[in-house]
């Protein structure tokens, strides 16, 4: 009983690790970008595996970039992808099951078997990371939502990388007016050059007159 709730437990605190679950993510994102390049090889029916096979090189550019419009954009191909999978099954599987060897040759037959296979593997695998990504979205939600938030490594900016950008901190605002003063209190601040032009043309009269 015990041994069951320290397992809940740790479970529990690894779903809640947002930087596991992105790791993860990635591992399988791997392995589906793996099963379209093998299930491209069939004969027929492949052209679903490379449309997956984009979306998730597409999403390795989300994840690496850190934008925000590209994990939104992601989150919705990831969805159309799953509705896309599903009416190829229903066009296609049945049609693929009952090839038979007296009408095309092995070589044939297996290649498109291995699409079929390799598309079943990726729809599991893409259906399954879905909840991955929702469990992902909830972390860098309430990521945000706690007060004062500090970014702890350079991750941080694809915790929100399903929502709206965040607010400057003050301490960026305070560095910003800090160095916002110290260049236009002196090198753009026309009043300065004014009293520097005043101060050299006083000079030079006096120094004429004393002449």
């Not at 040759?105 to 296979?117: E, Q, R």
């Not at 992902?136 to 991750?155: H, M, W």
């Not at 007016?177 to 260049?183: E, G, I, V, Y």
Request: hydrophobic share 50%.
């Amino acid at each position: 009983m015990m041994l069951c709730e320290a397992l809940r437990d740790r479970i529990q605190a690894w779903l809640r690790d947002y930087d596991r679950l992105q790791y993860l993510a990635v591992i399988l994102l791997y392995i589906q970008i793996a099963c379209a390049l093998l299930g491209s090889l069939g004969a027929l029916y492949n052209g679903v595996l490379l449309i997956n096979l984009a979306i998730a090189l597409f999403a390795l550019v989300a994840i690496e970039s850190s934008s925000q419009s590209l994990g939104r954009t992601y989150a919705v191909l990831l969805f159309c992808a799953i509705f896309l999978d599903i009416f190829w099954f229903i066009l296609f599987c049945h049609e693929i099951w009952i090839l038979t060897p007296g009408d095309y040759t092995a070589l044939y037959i297996f290649s498109i078997k291995l699409t079929l296979v390799m598309q079943i593997i990726g729809f599991s695998i893409r259906f399954s990371s879905s909840f991955l990504w929702i469990q992902i979205y909830r972390l860098g939600l309430s990521y945000v939502v706690e007060p004062a938030p500090t970014p702890r490594d350079a991750d941080f900016d694809l915790r929100n990388s399903f929502l709206s950008p965040t607010a400057p901190t003050p301490a960026v605002l305070r560095q910003t007016s800090d160095s916002s003063d110290a260049l236009g209190g002196s090198i753009y601040d026309p009043a300065y050059y004014s009293s520097l032009f005043e101060e050299s043309q006083e000079e030079k009269t006096a120094s004429q007159h004393s002449v």
